[in-house]
């Protein structure tokens, strides 16, 4: 059996790592919003970005990197939240912020099952317009003209907007988590603290919610 301190520094560390690449994908999530939302620019912008990021030659170091911090922040949120299971009742997705009793809610409590059902979102995501079929426009791969044939099955824009809203839950708790694990869980600050969380989560989530309602009803080129 382990020390009773090894154990708990073992358990910090892993929060730590935890918050640190749930921080570094939400930061992808707002730079990926940013560059999707050019597709309301035309497809000469679009495939236009789209083409200087995969000629990058950076681009394949990034996404294995981003690819790695993904598998870790699943790995190790799979491990912690079995352990907890086992270990005891109080799951540790249940916030204690410094300053106030601590709150159960649905997207704390959902936690580790909205984030199963992302990481089966994002494969298929990525298999889907990183690998899916596209025409040639101007030399170029229209990845624009496959985000709207895509979007142009309803069934693909019903899947994405329930994936898109539990990314929405999984966020409203997961930034403000996030921070109470790094230290930031100061008792004046956690209000501003758990605001900002929701306002991230729907604004990131509320954005690609729209892209694929856009396109479904736009139904062609801008």
């Known amino acids: 059996m382990k020390p009773r301190w090894n154990a708990y520094s073992s358990t ?75 270990a005891r009742p109080e799951s540790y997705y249940k916030t204690r ?25 994002i494969v298929l995501h990525v298999r889907s317009f990183k690998y899916g079929p596209a025409a040639e426009l101007a030399g170029k791969r229209d990845l624009y003209g496959l985000v709207f044939g895509f979007f142009h099955n309803p069934l693909n824009v019903v899947l994405y907007e329930i994936c898109l809203v539990l990314l929405g839950f999984h966020l409203w708790h997961g930034f403000s988590s996030a921070v109470e694990s790094l230290g930031g869980d100061e008792p004046r600050a ?11 989560a729907i604004v990131l989530a509320g954005g690609f919610v729209f892209i694929p309602l856009w396109a479904f009803f736009v139904g062609g080129r801008a």
Do not use: C, Q
């Open 97 to 121: 912020w410094a300053g106030g009793p601590s709150r159960k809610s649905v997207a704390s409590t959902t936690m580790i099952y909205t984030g199963a059902l992302l990481a089966v979102f």
């Open 190 to 200: 956690t209000p501003k603290v758990l605001l900002l969380g929701k306002v991230l």
């Open 12 to 86: 910090v560390a892993e929060k730590l790592l935890i918050a640190l690449t749930g921080l570094a994908l939400l930061l992808y999530l707002v730079v990926h919003l940013i560059g999707n939302s050019l597709l309301f620019l035309g497809p000469d912008l679009f495939n236009g970005y789209a083409h200087a990021l995969i000629s990058n030659p950076l681009i394949i170091p990034v996404e294995l990197g981003l690819a790695a911090i993904f598998v870790l922040h699943v790995w190790k949120t799979i491990a912690m939240w079995w352990r907890n299971r086992g």
